[in-house]
């Protein structure tokens, strides 16, 4: 059965780091394309970066330039690197895989609180 599990959320201040790793089993993830999605309080969950196993890295526009999706195959890890961080990057984190190229996330983990104070 395949799991994700994301860390490294906390509060931090605006123009500060987090590091968010997400840890994934019970599959073959060099075969998956491996996304970042967010959720901010009252508002709807929103992609923020993705990476797939042919190694093409996509962000959503309000993240460029500051965030940095990477994946690890022979630890089966992603992470998003985020740094300049702003009061509108406060949500909750998911990390999500897929076995398709395109479409819809098959596997979602718990997610992680990240919070920026002004």
């Known amino acids: 059965q395949v799991q994700l599990a994301e860390s490294g959320g906390g509060l931090v201040q605006a123009g500060g780091s987090l590091r968010l790793s997400c840890a994934a089993s019970?599959?073959?993830?060099?075969?998956?394309?491996m996304g970042w999605f967010r959720q901010a309080p009252g508002k709807q969950r929103e992609w923020v970066a993705s990476i797939t196993s042919g190694g093409i890295i996509l962000y959503t526009n309000s993240v460029k330039g500051r965030f940095t999706i990477s994946g690890d195959n022979t630890k089966n890890l992603v992470a998003l690197q985020m740094n300049n961080l702003k009061p509108e990057d406060t949500a909750v984190y998911y990390c999500?895989?897929?076995?398709?190229?395109?479409?819809?996330?098959?596997?979602w983990g718990q997610g992680t609180q990240v919070t920026v104070s002004s």
């Open positions: 999500a895989a897929r076995k398709a190229p395109v479409g819809s996330y098959d596997y």
């Open positions: 019970g599959g073959t993830f060099s075969n998956y394309a």
